[in-house]
């Protein structure tokens, strides 16, 4: 069913407009992003992400997706894991293609240079240009709330998937508790975009960002999500109180 509405941070807009809103965006502030993921949650998405790897388990000879991938922080986690674990038992050379809508953001990442097993592509999360089946694993970090339709990119990562391949999502979430949600409401509607602004020179790019992240299904809700797309065993696990939660689940 073609979508009527979209959301780009609190607004609503036509869904035809807001894949190129958000690139904007991305193209703002590519050459910072990095730096301010360390300045918004004072490092503590590095612990995220190596709990979201190590979930994950990358194997040698395996082809991961590492979609929205922007610079590639996850894809040289992944390269890393698949590749000691190859050291240890042999095997193939495991394979992560990082797929990001947003060109700037690939370009950030390559300029940082990367091992071997890591490539790069240009490409939608609604409409990979891959055929059916072909990954062992998928990974979204941070992305999925970005896309136009979240529904139809649950559809495609199934599609994408060999059957019983791993699902793996990490996004901001709902805090578990309404004192912790008052803290992190203060802390990102007044902080981050002061920052954005500081760092950036970017405070509407970084407004957005965490509007997205109010306009987020919860927790239960994206995991129906996740189940109603074709996957079994979904679970999730929150990380610091509900501020983001790791998704999973297999490709039934």
């Known amino acids: 069913m073609t979508e009527t509405r979209a959301t780009f941070g609190f607004k609503d807009v036509d869904p035809k407009e807001k894949a190129g809103l958000v690139r904007g965006v991305f193209d703002s502030v590519a050459s910072r992003y990095d730096l301010m993921n360390d300045l918004m949650s004072a490092g503590v998405h590095r612990l995220w992400k ?114 019983g391949g791993r699902f793996i999502c990490l996004e901001f979430s709902r805090p578990t508790s309404s004192a912790i949600r008052a803290a992190y409401d203060a802390w990102s509607f007044k902080a981050i975009p002061q920052i954005g602004q500081w760092v950036a020179k970017d405070r509407d790019s970084y407004q957005y960002l965490v509007e997205s992240i109010r306009q987020f299904p919860d927790q239960q809700t994206f995991a129906g999500m996740i189940r109603k797309a074709g996957f079994s065993n979904v679970g999730f696990s929150n990380f610091s109180a509900g501020i983001a939660a790791m998704h999973t689940g297999r490709a039934l």
Not at 88 to 98: F, I, K, L, M, N
Not at 131 to 149: K, L, M, Q, W
């Open 50 to 163: 190596d709990a979201v790897a190590a979930r994950l388990n990358p194997q040698p000879g395996e082809v991961i997706l590492d979609v929205a991938g922007g610079t590639g922080d996850m894809a040289h986690r992944y390269a890393k894991m698949a590749r000691a674990a190859q050291e240890r038992r042999g095997g193939e050379d495991a394979t992560v293609h990082v797929l990001d809508y947003n060109a700037e953001m690939i370009a950030a990442g390559i300029a940082r240079g990367y091992p071997p097993e890591i490539c790069w592509g240009v490409a939608d999360a609604q409409r990979l240009p891959l055929p059916d089946a072909v990954a062992d694993a998928y990974s979204i970090t941070f992305g999925i709330r970005n896309v136009t339709d979240v529904q139809a990119a649950l559809v495609e990562a199934r599609r994408v998937l060999k059957p």
